[in-house]
């Protein structure tokens, strides 16, 4: 949230590109996490200049075995985040307020809606969120991470889901779902039959994602429906 803070005060006060500073962020945000944890492993060990952490004993606080089932509370986390964003989207004053901000911040402002407010809860909100999924990602299937990597594109999938799920929270969901389906089969191809017969490399599957990300974007995103103030910084004096 606090690294969010950066985007708000770029694009929502200076009124900068959303798409500039975000990429610019992107890039920042692994270049800075590599030299802090390079900065902690060396206070630790000054003979260790990595950036590489392990988290083995922390990663298993969050996994329960149910039988022959490894679960995650990341799971159940994910799902009663879904269930409270479409509630707040849809059923409270602040989440039709933060709507109509994306779509005619002038209407809303007009009736008495801090434009600016709502976008800044927005932004936060998101940079909250996005930690999540950036903690999900490196502890839900490794117990090491070098920080020197980044997610490796992952970020730019989570838009595509957006933009494959209208914007909605149930249809992003769905999509969410596709998506992970085809990136676990690189963890779990060996395992099926079919699969392993065909002697594909695991590259091949760790392609899947991005793959199936252009088909479906290819023929979906003529039909998509944008919030229509998105990415249009927002100027008081125009009506």
Do not use: H
């Not at 970020?155 to 209208?166: E, K, N, R, S």
């Not at 990136?183 to 099926?192: C, E, H, K, P, Q």
């Amino acid at each position: 949230m606090i690294y969010s803070c950066l985007l708000a005060v770029a694009c929502i006060n200076f009124k900068a590109d959303q798409t500039l500073i975000g990429t610019a962020m992107n890039l920042l945000a692994t270049a800075a996490a590599t030299v802090f944890v390079r900065a902690m492993n060396t206070a630790i060990n000054p003979d260790n200049v990595s950036s590489s952490i392990q988290y083995i004993q922390p990663k298993k606080a969050f996994l329960k075995y149910i039988g022959g089932f490894e679960f995650n509370w990341f799971m159940v986390m994910a799902v009663v985040l879904l269930i409270a964003s479409w509630f707040v989207l849809y059923k409270t004053k602040f989440g039709l307020r933060l709507m109509a901000c994306g779509e005619n911040p002038q209407a809303a402002d007009s009736v008495g809606i801090n434009v600016y407010t709502m976008r800044w809860a927005g932004v936060l909100i998101s940079g909250f969120l996005g930690g999540l999924g950036g903690i999900v990602y490196i502890t839900a299937g490794v117990s090491e991470w070098k920080f020197e990597m980044g997610v490796a594109g992952f970020g730019f999938l989570a838009l595509a889901v957006m933009i494959f799920g209208q914007w909605k929270p149930t249809r992003i969901a769905l999509a969410a779902l596709l998506f992970g389906l085809f990136r676990a089969l690189s963890n779990v191809y060996t395992g099926i039959p079919i699969l392993a017969a065909l002697k594909l490399p695991s590259t091949v599957y760790n392609m899947l994602p991005y793959i199936i990300s252009l088909v479906v974007l290819a023929f979906t995103s003529k039909n998509s429906r944008a919030p229509k103030a998105e990415g249009i910084p927002y100027d008081k004096g125009m009506r």
